[in-house]
């Protein structure tokens, strides 16, 4: 796990997340190689090469995963760490939804509002048993997700609020279907069921 602190210049760019050596330069993920060693037909996706399926359909595809449970590779996605005693008063002040509401390791779809209201990105906060907030975005918004958390951080860290940002390069698996199906994959941390 190789996290980045930010400063509010320009994002650090590290090195969990790869890039590819052919024409396109496209920006890999962690498991990019065992996309490819297992037949996945990569296509781009917001400058990453990702997998658009494998030996199955699409139809076949979407119907395991409805009927059973499938795994998919979102590491191309914004993951942000939120630190501090105002993390919460920070992210509320950028977000629909009460995150002060949330519960240890609870968290929730909410969105990134502008000053009027509108709409730019939607995400999942999640509030973490290890005092931060865990917030992920898209990845075709990464740039202005971005710019609008290191912005709001500056502005509150200069009116004397306490709120740190760091960007994560993990890899990142999302769990889709019918999540009772998954009662025996364990927690390695916990041995506990990783859905109840």
């Not at 037909?41 to 699409?58: C, D, E, I, R």
Request: charged letters at 20%; glycine letters at 10%.
């Amino acid at each position: 796990l190789v996290p980045r602190h930010l400063g509010f210049g320009e994002p650090t760019v590290c090195g969990k997340r790869g890039y590819a050596t052919g024409q396109d330069s496209l920006k890999q993920t962690p498991l990019y190689d065992f996309h490819r060693h297992h037949g996945g037909k990569m296509v781009t996706f917001a400058g990453w090469s990702l997998p658009v399926q494998y030996t199955h359909s699409h139809l076949e595809s979407h119907l395991h995963t409805r009927q059973h449970c499938s795994l998919f590779d979102v590491s191309h996605m914004l993951q942000s760490k939120v630190f501090g005693r105002d993390r919460v008063k920070f992210l509320e002040s950028l977000v629909v939804g009460d995150i002060a509401e949330l519960k240890p390791d609870q968290g929730t779809l909410s969105l990134f509002t502008n000053e009027k209201g509108g709409i730019i990105d939607d995400l999942i906060v999640t509030s973490t048993s290890e005092q931060h907030l865990y917030v992920v975005s898209n990845a075709g918004c990464m740039d202005k997700d971005l710019a609008l958390m290191q912005d709001k951080a500056k502005e509150m860290k200069a009116a004397g609020c306490d709120v740190d940002l760091e960007v994560s390069d993990n890899a990142l698996l999302a769990l889709q279907g019918k999540f009772h199906l998954c009662t025996g994959c364990a927690n390695h941390k916990t041995g506990e069921n990783v859905y109840q």
